[in-house]
């Protein structure tokens, strides 16, 4: 029989609830209709459009007029910062943009885009635990300055951001800031106005809705160009007809993760200590990466010495246990993560990286069977390593 499947990699996905494919499920087929149409069957969808509107600005702490419903993370950081650029610079507010060395893809390669049409790009450097520097921040501020984007929580590490503080001084300097709050957003509280941001986005599969849609929050008067142009769907900021059985997953994900909150926060945490300190406890030569207690509840980053990550991933998967070794993003590729690399550590120790992201479904059993089963893995990956065999034979030598 093959091992029970034990699911941690919900910082690359999450199972959708089943609650939510069920709220789903009528906007497939009787309620199909076009939201645009003016008949009934349009205007039932609609309803549940404007309903879902509500409902997720709700629960950010925004007006439903701010929300942008996007295909995805990955498109709501490309239309807040390329919107905002060539609408600022259009403007004639300047071209400079700020970022940091551990963005999401969708937000590192859309200002790599932008450098192409002659903005300017500072990427701010993070400390050993993931964290910027405010101070780096101010000193980068330049009176050209129209955007700053900075991730609320690393989807490698989990190190949070202090997001409130960095919008403060972007606020101080007139400057807007954007952040991707797509680990944070269903996992912790967010309040866009507490945290001082003009633009945010979030991804329902993140929080056990449905792949292939996400939202922009956009503070009301901030310029944005759209990035997809067409009819007039969301306010003609993002054309095309409205994946209505997708926002209507999404605006039910979120309100079930803000409704289990409390609960799935503290239960995270617990499982995310008992991995973190157990795989300390029996295994040695094993690192933390990011942050101790500025972290995501859900997440584990560690490096183990002497041994490759994909290595480990394979034999965990043998077992039924799915993990990721730095981001799926770039998996399959060799590269080193780069938010690893950011934090300055060595090319081995960045290969040598394991993520377990823990879900609200995880139980204590299975963190135990991870813990019973991670350690013989590790073992008989170091008895097969050149480097772990360089590393006994010069121990032995010392002593
Ligand atoms: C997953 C993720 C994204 C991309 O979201 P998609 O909906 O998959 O496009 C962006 N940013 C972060 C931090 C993520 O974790």
């Known amino acids: 029989m093959a091992p029970e499947m034990i699911y941690l990699d919900h910082a690359a996905t999450t199972p959708t609830d089943p609650r939510v494919v069920e709220a789903m499920l009528p906007y497939f087929s009787e309620r199909f209709g076009n939201s645009s149409s003016i008949y009934r069957l349009g205007r039932s969808s609609l309803e ?5 509107r509500e409902s997720v600005a709700g629960l950010i702490g925004a007006r439903r007029k701010e929300i942008i419903f996007t295909s995805g993370g990955s498109e709501a950081d490309n239309l807040a910062i390329k919107g905002v650029a060539f609408a600022q610079r259009e403007a004639g507010r300047g071209n400079h943009i700020i970022t940091s060395a551990i963005e999401h893809h969708a937000v590192l390669h ?21 964290l910027i520097s405010l101070d780096d ?23 949070i951001q202090p997001i409130a503080e960095i919008g403060a001084i972007c606020r101080e300097h007139d400057v807007l800031f954007h952040t991707d709050a797509v680990q944070m957003v269903g996992a912790l509280p967010v309040d866009v106005k507490a945290l ?19 939202a922009l929050y956009m503070r009301r008067g901030v310029p944005l160009l759209p990035q997809i142009n067409g009819g007039s769907q969301e306010r003609r900021l993002r054309a095309g007809t409205e994946n209505v059985p997708g926002i209507v997953g999404l605006a039910t994900a979120l309100r079930i993760a803000v409704e289990q909150m409390d609960f799935a926060s503290r239960h995270c945490t617990l499982l995310r200590d008992r991995l973190i300190d157990g795989i300390a406890e029996r295994i040695s030569y094993v690192q933390l990466n990011g942050h101790r207690s500025a972290r995501l509840p859900n997440n ?23 993990a990721s070794s730095g981001s799926a993003c770039t998996s399959g590729s060799l590269d080193p993560s780069h938010v690893l690399m950011a934090l300055d550590s060595s090319p ?52």
Do not use: C, W
């Not at 549940?48 to 879902?52: N, R, V, Y």
């Not at 002659?118 to 993070?126: Q, S």
């Open 300 to 322: 584990v980053n560690l490096s183990f010495e002497f041994i490759e990550g994909e290595s480990m991933l394979l034999l965990l998967d043998q077992q039924g246990i799915y």
């Open 48 to 52: 549940a459009l404007d309903d879902a």
């Open 348 to 399: 081995e120790r960045a290969h040598g990286s394991l993520r377990l992201t823990v879900g609200r479904e995880n139980t204590v059993a299975q963190i135990d069977r991870v813990l019973e089963l991670l350690p013989p893995i590790v073992e008989r990956l170091r008895s097969v390593s050149p480097m772990y065999k360089q590393f006994t034979a010069q121990r032995a030598v010392a002593t």
């Open 110 to 130: 859309s200002v790599e885009y932008l450098e192409h049409f002659g903005f300017e790009i500072t990427v701010l450097p993070v400390d050993e635990t993931g």
């Open 137 to 159: 921040l101010r000193a980068a501020l330049r009176s050209t300055t129209v955007l700053v984007s900075i991730m609320a929580a690393n989807n490698e590490i989990g190190t």
């Open 196 to 214: 001082n941001v003009d633009l945010l986005s979030l991804t329902a599969h993140k929080f056990y809705g449905p792949k292939g849609v996400g």
